[in-house]
């Protein structure tokens, strides 16, 4: 019945671990759910009254505009210029997406061919190498590993590897390790991507998580980046909207153009109203960013005590909302937090093989259900 490319398609980590989680409560357990990244907290109200007064017009109930409404994507301009000092030709060289997840999913198609590499970090986000797969492309593994601060060594990709290669997939700040990039990678990054003719990809969803002072940078900050790539962005985890949908892919305008005549041979673009609700998200008074921060601090800093006291190795991020611990076999460990605890996390072997020997916890639950969930980890031999 299913098309060959489906064999190598694995189950969606987090659509099998909402399976696991739905039998435990099948079965009465009150589940703590630190597995999906899903924030927690609500949509600030004034973007949420914007949405409303968007749909009772009935000039968004129309298709959109496949590249999305020019006033949004002039809004994402001005917060690129803003936020990080980038300019952008809101024309040519952004471009608005159904969540960052659909441009990841379809960018591969627009430029690489059957059997051409693609290069993505191993442990990683799953969609890069799904992604690659539907564009009937190879994927070649990058291993971030902690020695490396969760970077990965561009000088340790084969030859023959790179001289195959169309495309890297990169993510800072990183999910699921929390790692943080200097912008001195980044400027690696366009060198490497200069010098072979690669297109880059930069995952910045969670770029305005963060604590401690620290500030993530763009991407498009390095020198030289519109040259080679395009950035990635999303309003799901800055303004707590993951069920909205809406996204942006900003940079190279050839790039931008490429994705964009994909996207209009599979879908017809964002809903109006949502657009105009995430045009006061960009625009509007951005407290509620710094506010969710500090919330996602608090419990940081709770769950990185509470690990540390039952014994595991845990550092506290600098940004994102998750907390990479390293264990012995992340797998059994995941099971024994379920079965034993009623505790979802998410075991890193599922975001690639060099993820196995830690496990990711999502610190988007109320400091009451952390706690708990602390405590019911301190009454099992993990």
């Not at 604590?211 to 999303?234: I, N, T, W």
Request: proline share 6%.
């Amino acid at each position: 019945m299913y098309s060959r490319r489906m064999d190598h398609l694995p189950p969606y980590l987090f659509a099998r671990i909402d399976e696991m989680k739905e039998e435990k409560q099948r079965q009465g357990v009150d589940v703590i759910d630190l597995g999906v990244g899903d924030p927690d907290l609500p949509t600030p109200p004034h973007i949420v009254e914007a949405l409303c007064d968007a749909a009772r017009n009935p000039k968004n109930h129309h298709y959109p505009s496949y590249t999305g409404m020019l006033a949004y994507r002039e809004a994402v301009a001005d917060w690129y210029r803003t936020r990080f000092g980038v300019d952008l030709d809101a024309k040519k060289e952004t471009l608005a997406l159904i969540g960052s997840k659909e441009g990841i999913a379809h960018i591969a198609e627009a430029f690489v061919n059957p059997g051409e590499v693609v290069l993505a970090a191993d442990p990683g986000y799953p969609v890069y190498k799904t992604s690659t797969l539907f564009a009937e492309g190879k994927v070649h593994e990058m291993p971030i590993r902690a020695e490396n601060d969760f970077l990965p060594v561009l000088e340790d990709i084969p030859a023959d590897v790179v001289k195959q290669a169309k495309l890297i997939f990169i993510n800072y700040p990183n999910n699921p390790t929390a790692a943080i990039a200097p912008l001195s990678f980044f400027e690696e990054v366009v060198e490497f991507a200069r010098e072979h003719e690669i297109v880059v990809v930069h995952d910045n969803a969670y770029s305005e998580i963060t604590f401690d002072g620290y500030r993530a940078p763009s991407f498009l900050e390095a020198d030289g980046a519109m040259e080679v790539g395009v950035e990635m962005h999303s309003l799901s985890k800055t303004y707590n909207m993951t069920g909205w949908r809406i996204g942006m892919a900003c940079g190279n305008p050839e790039i931008v153009a490429g994705l964009g005549r994909v996207k209009t041979n599979v879908d017809s673009g964002a809903f109006n109203a949502i657009q105009h609700a995430a045009i006061t998200a960009l625009t509007g008074p951005q407290d509620c960013i710094s506010e969710a921060c500090s919330v996602y601090r608090e419990r940081r800093d709770v769950l990185v005590k509470g690990l540390s006291e039952i014994g595991l190795d845990v550092t506290a991020p600098k940004a994102t909302f998750y907390v990479w611990a390293p264990v012995d076999d992340s797998m059994a460990f995941a099971a024994q937090l379920l079965d034993k605890a009623g505790i979802v996390a998410t075991p890193g072997i599922g975001f690639g093989k060099n993820g196995e020997g830690f496990i990711r916890f999502a610190i988007t639950r109320s400091i009451e259900r952390i706690n708990e969930a602390v405590e019911r980890m301190r009454g099992i031999d993990l």
